[in-house]
């Protein structure tokens, strides 16, 4: 890279809360200081929906102090739209917010960013998929970069046993944005003493991926650590189905089997069937068996609905604590305590009862409130914590008659039976009734307003039959995009002729001044 000895270089660096985006800077700084380069930094910390977003801010002026006759540049202290020589990004959308801010310039700035994703509460929160499309932001690098270098970073890094900011710092030296060497800031890492060799790996695995475009292959790697086997299940199971369909079953199947047991998916398939027969005979074929595609991915996600049986299952798989180790970089040698935050209520020790126990525990709910909830902070590192997740699990082969479950399958059950109606009539009518399947999501309350909704639109469809298919098809898909913009049901009950909701007030609480007492001798 030509460098310019008459302006100053910039880096901003777009980091979230626990990534080591500070350290990256101060790394900045040392290499800076071993060429004998005046540099300042800043930064400006925040607070985002996912965890602390902050920018640093770095600049550093190309030129030896000893070749500036005492001299010293005027830096300055925050960057502006148009001058930013580099761009750091730790995640996808911090990459996004930095491109709508205009310190992207095209001809002039290097975009670094990695491609995972941090979940922000409003996307993970949403009744529907609220993940942001993440295609806009790299559309957008393409055109207004100097230069975008993308790649999995996290990925990288955990495959290196590192933290992201060391994989960000080889990135960003490798694409030649800067007026550093690779020594002086190879130096910079080993000066700090801490980690060195695992973050020089991760150095080395961020300067490959900006200069040839080739990484070590980290899912595979992840995949070594995690133990997860991705083997799909046997042929024969599929082979009464379309091909097309051949790869949404097998992951239905994949699903059911591991949340129940083989009898659970010949139930699975049998339910199955019937819609995938009549869709063939209704011509559905050969545009590849949309309602059967919908139905078979919405049929295995909601038959395999989270309980507190399910979130202990998942919670003790050995897979998922070698995942935690491999995300907080921990070595074989290194303990990890791991706390998990619990909040079971009513409808929780319900989902685990039989129907008489559960009717009890419920009319005890709506005694005492509905609301009644317990906080637990259980140590699933502890003997202790983890034997009481293990004695949950274990409740799997007596589900069936869990009252939980009975509710579950005769809500499946009307769903199919409503879109094997609807086929025979309006193939785009049985399609938006299995997409009516996403309603019925999640955890706890979650749920429950899923499956209220659900049974909504359903009631609903029952009322319309006067309408034709394409006025209905149209309502259903209204009625559905309402419910799930809306948590709280108010834009479905308006749009259904339905009483509204009142929306839910949070009492305000205040506490009483304490009364002052006068002082007696």
């Known amino acids: 890279m030509a460098v310019s000895k008459t302006r100053s270089y910039t880096v901003l660096i777009a980091a979230l809360g626990g990534e080591g985006g500070g350290v990256l800077t101060d790394w900045l700084i040392e290499a800076a200081n071993q060429l004998d380069f005046p540099v300042q930094s800043t930064?400006?910390?925040?607070?985002?929906?996912?965890?602390?977003?902050?920018?640093?801010?770095?600049e550093i002026f190309p030129q030896a102090r000893s070749e500036l006759g005492g001299k010293e540049p005027v830096l300055s202290l925050t960057p502006s739209p148009g001058s930013v020589d580099a761009v750091v990004a730790s995640e996808i959308v911090e990459a996004g917010r930095a491109i709508q801010r205009g310190w992207v310039t095209p001809g002039r700035t290097t975009l670094v960013s990695s491609t995972h994703r941090e979940y922000a509460v409003i996307e993970k929160s949403a009744m529907g998929d609220g993940r942001y499309d993440t295609q806009p932001i790299i559309d957008a690098a393409q055109r207004l970069a100097h230069r975008a270098v993308f790649g999995d970073l996290r990925a990288l890094a955990m495959a290196n046993g590192t933290v992201i900011n060391t994989v960000m710092f080889g990135a960003l030296v490798g694409a030649g944005s800067l007026p550093l060497s690779r020594a002086a800031c190879e130096e910079a890492i080993r000066r700090t003493g801490k980690a060195v060799e695992a973050s020089l790996s991760g150095f080395a695995a961020?300067?490959?991926?900006?200069?040839?475009?080739?990484?070590?292959?980290?899912?595979?790697t992840i995949s070594q650590l995690t133990g997860k086997d991705a083997a799909g299940p046997q042929a024969a199971q599929l082979s009464q189905f379309p091909r097309e369909l051949h790869e949404i079953v097998a992951a239905g199947i994949a699903q059911v089997v591991d949340y129940q047991d083989e009898r659970y998916v010949k139930?699975?398939?049998?339910?199955?069937?019937?819609?995938?027969?009549?869709?063939?005979?209704?011509?559905?074929?050969?545009?590849?068996?949309?309602v059967s595609r919908e139905t078979a991915r919405y049929l295995a996600l909601w038959m395999s609905y989270e309980d507190v049986i399910r979130v202990a299952d998942l919670k003790t798989r050995r897979e998922r604590l070698l995942r935690v180790r491999a995300e907080v970089g921990a070595k074989q040698n290194e303990p990890v305590m791991l706390t998990e935050y619990l909040k079971p209520g009513i409808e929780e020790l319900c989902s685990v009862l039989p129907r008489g126990l559960a009717a009890m525990a419920r009319r005890w709910g709506e005694r005492h409130g509905k609301?009644?909830?317990?906080?637990?902070?259980?140590?699933?590192?502890?003997?202790?914590?983890?034997?009481?997740?293990?004695?949950?699990r274990s409740l799997r082969r007596w589900r069936r008659g869990s009252a939980?479950?009975?509710?579950?399958?005769?809500?499946?059950g009307e769903w199919l039976e409503v879109i094997g109606s609807a086929l025979p009539r309006s193939m785009s009518q049985a399609h938006e009734l299995a997409l009516c399947g996403n309603l019925v999501k999640g955890y706890g309350q979650t749920h429950l307003r899923g499956r209220a909704n659900?049974?909504?639109?359903?009631?609903?469809?029952?009322?319309?039959s006067a309408m034709t298919g394409a006025e209905l098809s149209q309502r259903i898909a209204a009625a559905r995009k309402a419910a799930l913009a809306d948590p709280e049901s108010r834009a479905l009950s308006a749009m259904l002729g339905l009483p509204v909701p009142a929306p839910k007030v949070q009492p305000i609480r205040f506490s009483p001044k304490p009364k002052r007492v006068a002082a007696t001798s």
């Open 206 to 220: 961020g300067y490959a991926l900006a200069t040839t475009g080739l990484a070590r292959d980290a899912s595979a």
């Open 371 to 392: 609301d009644v909830h317990v906080g637990l902070h259980i140590k699933t590192t502890s003997v202790r914590g983890f034997a009481m997740l293990v004695a949950l």
């Open 454 to 464: 659900l049974r909504k639109i359903l009631d609903d469809v029952a009322k319309s």
């Open 267 to 290: 139930t699975y398939v049998e339910r199955l069937q019937p819609i995938v027969t009549m869709e063939r005979d209704a011509g559905g074929g050969a545009a590849g068996y949309p």
């Open 404 to 412: 939980r479950f009975h509710e579950e399958q005769a809500l499946i």
């Open 43 to 58: 930064s400006i910390p925040g607070v985002a929906q996912r965890t602390g977003a902050t920018t640093y801010y770095v």
